[in-house]
Every structure is written in C-alpha cells, then in structure tokens.
C-alpha cells in the first residue's frame, strides 16, 4: 500500500481493497521501521490520524478529492492543537491556536495527517542541517544529506513514509530537496497558494507547493490548495483551471528553451549531462528545442540573499520572548529578556541572516545593497517575461550537484548558499517551477530536472513533466531504506 501513488490509493479505497485505516497504519508501520535512520518527522500525530481514518471509513464513500489519503506537514505550516516549531528552539513548544488555511482546504478534501517533517530552522537552509532537532538523512545514501529547507517533506515522501507531503519554496526549499530525493517537487507562482498560518522567512518570496511521487499527483493536490484566499491579500482572483487537462503524453506544438547560463560553471559534468540526456527524450516526444540566455543569472545569489535576508530580519523582530516562544530564565529587565531570549532560542543561521539582513537595511547601506538589489529583481522579472514569448517553458537542471555529505559544507555559508544558484532565479521573478526524476549519478545519487514556466503557468510544467515521466522510468526507482 505504501509505494502506491495518491491516484492508486484512491482507486484502492474506492474499489474496498483497503481501508483508510489500513493505509493510514501501514504508513505509521514503515515510519517507526525507517525514520530511526532517516529523521524526517519532528512530530507523529498517530492517534489523531486514526481517529481521522476511522472517521473517513465510517462514511465509506471515499468522495473528497483526497479522501483518505495520509500525508504530512513541513514543520512550518501552524496546526490547531499540535506543535509547530520551524524547528527552533524559540518555538519548540509552540502549539498554535489554528490552522493555516491551505492546509484547512487539504482537509475539506479528506486527507489525513500522519505528523510534522524536519526542515531548517525557520527554513533558512539548502540541506537540513540547521535544524535545532538534527540533520534529515538522504533516503538513498544516509551518509548525505537530504537537502533543505523541505528536506524532511521530501525525504519521507522518497521512502514512503507519506503518500505526499506540503513544503514551502523560498529559493528552492521545495526543488533542490526533490532533486536530491528522486520526487516530484512544485513551487507555485508567488501567490497562487495562499501562505496564511505558515510561519515566514522572506514575505515576498515564500511559497507553499506539494512534494509527491507523480507529476498526476502534483497537480491533484495544487487542484485542492490553489486560489484566491480572503486571508491572503497576495493570492489574486485568477481562475484556478482543471490541472488535470493538462496531463499529455506528448510534446508536440511545445517549445522548450535551454538558457545557457544553467549549464555553465559550478554545475556537476553529471548533472548536465542527465539533463541533456532528459531533453532528448523530449525531442523525441514532439517538443522544439531552443538555445536562449539569460544573463541576469550571474547575479541571482548576490540579489537574493540581500533581499530575503533583510525581509527575514524584519519577521525575525516578532520572537522576542514575551508573546509565545522560548522565554530566557536568566534576565532581571526587559531588554536583557529580548537580548537572552533571542541568543539562545535562534541557531547560527539565523542570527546570521539578522545581521546580514539589518545592515542591509541600515542608514547608509539600504541605497547601496537593497534598493539596488530590489532593481536587479526587477530585471531578472522582465528577463524572464521575455524569454517566455519566446518558449513554453524552459528546462534546467536543478541542483548544480547531487547530495553531497553531511557535514561536508556546514561550516562554509557561502558554498550552502551556492547550492541555490539554479533555483532562487525563479523565486526572484515569481514565476513557477518544477524538479522532476532525471536519473542518478555515478554514485547512485539522484539527479532533478528543472521545468519553468510564467506565472500561473503551472500547466505546463504539468504537461512536460507528466510526458516526461511517462517517457522514463526515474520516477519508479526506490530507495533501500
């Protein structure tokens, strides 16, 4: 039951093969025989699962779009009733008081939550090691890691501990994890899922998307989360379409563009070659391919961590150890209080990002570093409007490199921040993007596929990553846990 993707879990639940409560056990089985090794959940909710289970077969018709299907949270996402810690220890006991609203939209449509997935701390992060309750192990060498921020989501995901999961994308937090996990991973158009209840990094970059085994399934659950939120002012009244339409086995009449810059220096041999290996599997399934460039990407890392890391250190003001969260025990007045309570509730990274973030805003260096990065963005937005009257989408790889050790750039912030170079683009224009199975490194590694495309252009990342993976059998290959 457990290998079985969303669309065969519904058809087994429809057809009486199991129940919701057998399937929803079964996962909770293979989660206590693998998440020793792995670490991906934080938090196990097994009781309210069941009684969640019970409930969906006691009515027996299986209707809601993902009626009994079991998945989890990244731990980021606010639940009624259940710790939700952005794996800080400033919220280790955090239980917030509601639910984020695209999660109260998964359960209208049925699903059942099986517990919360590990993710750096306040997402801040490309390999999960910054979380304050430890590293999640890569499913397929558990000597590496599994990516970040969504590097729990992903890795349960990869070894069938969920049938799927719900992370956010920053600057890659979604794709990079895919990549190295061997999933699928969707990061929407800024605004198409509402990021009410989810607890913020960059307010003008994060999104929420699903984490699956299918492209089908990927676009199943944006089917239930997308659309205009009254709690959400940046979720803007546009047509939410049947995603399902877009699921064809062929690229004929698409064309595809390859921007040059993607394939250059600091990307892995492996990895573009996979990646071309997955373009030529396109070629023959009908699709154009073009050259094109985009020269703006040199400066994406740069005009990213400026922008994200000041919006942070705002959002960051909030943790001040008197509202909720960790509350130091050793401070006589206020300001030693705020002092305290921050010291030892936030890890390095984050203290990091408060500082990178509040000089940038500081007299004298906003000119200098945000405004001017705020321009670049800008350019990098029209760039990419541009390259789409050209092309359908564009295809990349996703992350320069496979997973590489844990531990192996842990004390090197600028070789971690380098792992986002193929992603943060797409989150700086606001467009969409999608990591799809390509194929696996000398190494046995996994190696991702980018797809891009327009804003609320989520179609077509469906279309060419649904031929895609119908094409090839990436997709299908396990991970020995």
């Known amino acids: 039951m457990i290998d079985l993707t969303i669309t065969q879990s519904k058809a087994g639940l ?6 919701a409560t057998e ?12 998440d020793d090794k792995l670490h991906a959940y934080i938090t196990v909710t097994e009781k309210q699962a069941l009684e969640q289970a019970k409930a969906i077969d006691k009515k027996g018709d299986y209707k809601g779009l993902l009626e009994g299907i079991p998945m989890n949270l990244k731990d980021c996402i606010c639940t009624a009733g259940i710790r939700t810690t952005a794996c800080s220890r400033i919220l280790e006991n955090f239980i917030p008081p509601y639910n984020a609203h695209m999660y109260d939209r998964l359960l209208n449509a049925g699903v059942i939550l099986l517990g919360k997935t590990n993710t750096d701390e306040f997402t801040m992060g490309a390999s999960s090691e910054n979380s304050f309750f430890g590293v999640t192990a890569n499913p397929w060498n558990t000597a590496c890691v599994s990516g970040g921020s969504s590097g729990g989501p992903a890795a349960s995901v990869a070894a069938d501990q969920c049938a799927f999961s719900i992370g956010t994308d920053t600057g890659g937090s979604i794709r990079q994890p895919a990549s190295l996990c061997s999933v699928v991973g969707l990061k929407v158009t800024y605004g198409r899922v509402p990021r009410y209840g989810c607890i913020p990094y960059a307010s003008s970059f994060d999104t929420v998307g699903p984490i699956t085994k299918t492209v089908e399934d990927a676009a ?25 339409t877009f699921l064809k086995e062929d690229l004929k009449g698409l064309t595809l563009g390859l921007p040059k810059e993607y394939f250059g220096q600091g990307v892995d041999k492996e990895v573009s070659d996979t990646v071309m290996a997955g373009v030529e599997v396109m070629k023959k399934l009908g699709a154009k391919i073009i050259e094109i460039s985009l020269p ?17 250190s705002t959002n960051m003001a909030r943790y001040d150890g008197i509202k909720y969260g960790h509350t130091t025990d050793d401070a006589k007045e206020l300001q030693e209080i705020y002092m305290k309570s921050r010291s030892e509730g936030f ?9 990178m973030g509040t000089y940038a805003l500081s007299a004298g260096y906003y000119d200098a570093y945000y405004l001017k990065a705020a321009k670049v963005r800008a350019l990098m937005k029209k760039e990419f409007e541009d390259a789409f009257e050209q092309c359908d989408a564009l295809i990349t790889p996703t992350s320069p490199t496979p997973a590489f050790r844990i531990g192996e750039k842990v004390d090197d912030p ?29 190494k046995g590694l996994p190696i991702g596929l980018q797809v891009l495309a327009g804003q609320y252009k989520e179609g ?7 031929a895609f993976e119908k094409a090839t059998e990436w997709h299908k290959k396990k991970p020995n846990v």
Not at 347 to 355: F, P, Y
Request: hydrophobic content about 40%.
């Open 220 to 244: 199943l659950v944006l089917q239930v989360m997308a659309g205009r939120s009254e709690k959400d002012a940046t979720t803007p009244d546009e047509p939410v379409p049947d995603y399902s």
């Open 23 to 34: 399937l929803t056990r079964a996962y909770f089985d293979r989660i206590r025989a693998t």
């Open 14 to 19: 429809k057809e009486k093969k199991f129940s």
């Open 460 to 466: 077509n990342l469906f279309h060419v990553g649904h």
């Open 414 to 442: 600028l070789a971690m921040y380098m792992c986002d170079i193929l992603t943060t683009p797409i989150n700086l224009a606001g467009i969409c993007g999608m990591s799809v199975p390509a194929g696996f490194s000398k």
């Open 347 to 355: 890890g390095d990274e984050v203290k990091r990002t408060i500082m």
């Open 296 to 312: 703006l990407t040199k400066y994406a890392i740069p005009t990213y961590y400026i922008l994200v890391k000041s919006e942070a």
